[in-house]
């Protein structure tokens, strides 16, 4: 089998299919083989002499789309799928629940796809679990950013001057990216408080050291998977207004709540970020579904009162080096399952990951979900 990486062609895209030590890995077994495009790595901090000590074979980036097996991070244009036959297979990020032009040219093109997005969230797929991997570097990411943005020390400094009282931080949306912003704060010393609609993440703040925000005039919304369940309008007001009350104690506000398959509900206003000091900042990683702030717009800075509402798309991207660690990890786990004795691709429709993330295959659209 050969596996392809090409480089990433994706506005911003920092990131890498796979990184030296996974390739290392792969190029080890029998009757596998991968070729990286030249300069795939450089941007996530892997040069190309990297990857040739680590086995692959350092080519033009056209050759990486001609293997059985391409791996890529984001979803690919009409053109890379014009690039791929009936004989190959395609595993990455394809936004299967949304981009039902790309589902169609897959089927039409014959390509066995596979979306690291619909890899089921058990406890058996952990380990090649992207959503999750990308969204703690996604988490991350968004707490530095509004660190730096606020231009505030978060922690407590005194110095001979007087004391810097430390950054207060509100995380809304305790889930994997959330979770983990809640962590970046806590560790750069602010105090944060962290508000989810399902209970069981209250406890999970409170071990990261926040502060859970306990609405307890809500139900607890957990749902099916563990998921959010979404909020009646009635429930969904009574939020708004507790945010926007405890919003305006805050100097950073972190929004990542989400409900998978819906856009992002809304829960800090126009009006509850005029009510925040000026010099505040909120930045929204739900941007790119909506924005759980009214004001938010994707890829942009709106300022609105002297408060910075941040809309930053693709956040697992600015940490490319560990974020592609994780995925080619997620990678090298799922191809475990896909790649036979003979370095033969295994199609095991009875293996339930295999079914779930197979999106495409034989000419058909085989995911009922991404079908509709
Ligand atoms: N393999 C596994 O078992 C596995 C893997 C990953 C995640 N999970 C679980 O799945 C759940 C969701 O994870 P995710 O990070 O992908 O979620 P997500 O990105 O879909 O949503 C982020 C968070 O937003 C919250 N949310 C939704 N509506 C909200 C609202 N109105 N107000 C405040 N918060 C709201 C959700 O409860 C969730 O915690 C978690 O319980 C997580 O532990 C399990």
């Known amino acids: 089998m050969k596996i392809g990486v090409p480089k990433e062609t994706a506005e911003g895209e920092r990131r890498v299919a796979l990184v030296p030590d996974v390739v290392k890995s792969l190029a080890a077994k029998e009757k596998v083989s991968v070729q990286v495009g030249a300069g795939a790595g450089e941007a ?68 066995t796809s596979f979306a690291m997005e619909a890899i089921p969230r058990t406890t058996r797929a952990q380990a090649m679990d992207a959503l999750s991997s990308q969204a703690a570097a996604a988490g991350y990411a968004a707490s530095l950013i509004a660190a730096r943005e606020s231009g505030r020390f978060y922690g407590m400094i005194t110095t001979a001057a007087g004391t810097v009282p430390p950054a207060k931080v509100l995380v809304l949306g305790a889930g994997v990216a959330g979770l983990q912003a809640v962590a970046t704060a806590k560790r750069l010393g602010a105090i944060v408080t962290g508000f989810d609609i399902r209970r069981a993440a209250w406890e999970q703040i409170a071990s990261l050291g926040g502060r859970p925000l306990e609405l307890d005039f809500i139900p607890d919304a957990e749902g099916e998977g563990g998921y959010a369940r979404p909020l009646t309008d009635e429930e969904n007001a009574q939020v708004r207004d507790a945010l926007g009350e405890n919003a305006a104690k805050q100097d950073v506000i972190v929004t990542t709540a989400a409900i998978p398959g819906r856009p992002a509900p809304l829960l800090i206003t126009a009006d509850a970020v005029r009510a925040m000091a000026p010099g505040s900042v909120i930045v929204d990683l739900a941007a790119e579904t909506g924005g759980n702030c009214e004001l938010t717009e994707a890829g942009q800075t709106v300022v609105e009162n002297g408060v910075k509402v941040i809309g930053p798309r693709n956040l697992a991207s600015e940490m490319p080096r560990p974020a592609s660690q994780l995925y080619a990890k997620n990678l090298e786990n799922l191809l475990g399952l896909l790649i036979g004795e003979e370095g033969e691709l295994k199609l095991d429709f009875e293996d339930d990951i295999v079914a779930a993330a197979c999106i495409t295959h034989g000419g058909e659209i085989r995911s009922e979900r991404a079908a509709q």
């Open 44 to 111: 996530a901090g892997h040069p190309d002499s990297q990857y040739s000590e680590a086995g692959a074979e350092v080519v033009e980036d056209e050759v990486t789309w001609g293997a059985d097996v391409v791996l890529r991070v984001a979803a690919p244009s009409a053109a890379e799928i014009g690039r791929l036959n009936s004989s190959q297979s395609l595993i990455g990020h394809l936004s299967p629940w949304t981009a039902a032009e790309t589902n169609k040219a897959l089927a039409a093109a014959g390509v």
